[in-house]
């Protein structure tokens, strides 16, 4: 029971976002190149996004259930550039976490999965569908936590 408290609290510094989910390269993205240097004929740009998330608010729901906020900033610029939302629950029986996210950026929102092992800070999962401008969007996230209140985020996509 001590443990499972323990690995819930943990999760809960792992941000929604903590959210996003990036498998390695790009070739994993639908629509990339199979040979470097060549691009396909429907093949669309794949994007970026760099993030760091700052909780702003998180509590457990009893169980082993958690949700939370958190404040998402630009690496490169440090400006605020979308909020997100998540929600996570810890099995006992797998000893992983899986959080569930929106992340709301300017323009639309994207929604993800990701899973957590509590063993590590490292996290992955997939973007699994977007609103507005991320309409159609099809990636990956990756991050890791840090001191439980700020969480690096990479998103990979395309739209």
Known sequence: ?????????????????????????????????????????????????????????????????????????????????????????????TNKVVIHVALALKGGIIVGRVTFDGSQPRFDGRILKGTGKFQGVNGTITGRSTNGKKTFVTLRYIV
């Open 1 to 93: 029971m001590k443990r499972t408290a323990v690995a819930a609290a943990a999760l809960v510094g792992v941000s929604a976002l903590t959210g996003a989910v990036a498998l390695p390269g790009t070739a994993a993205l639908p629509g990339t190149a199979a040979v470097p240097g060549t691009v396909a004929a429907d093949s669309k740009a794949q994007h970026v996004k760099r993030l760091v998330l700052h909780e702003t608010g998180g509590h457990g729901l009893g169980g082993n259930t958690f949700v939370g906020t958190d404040k998402a900033r630009s690496r490169a610029t440090n400006e605020v550039v979308g909020f997100d939302t998540f929600t996570g629950h810890f099995s006992r029986a």
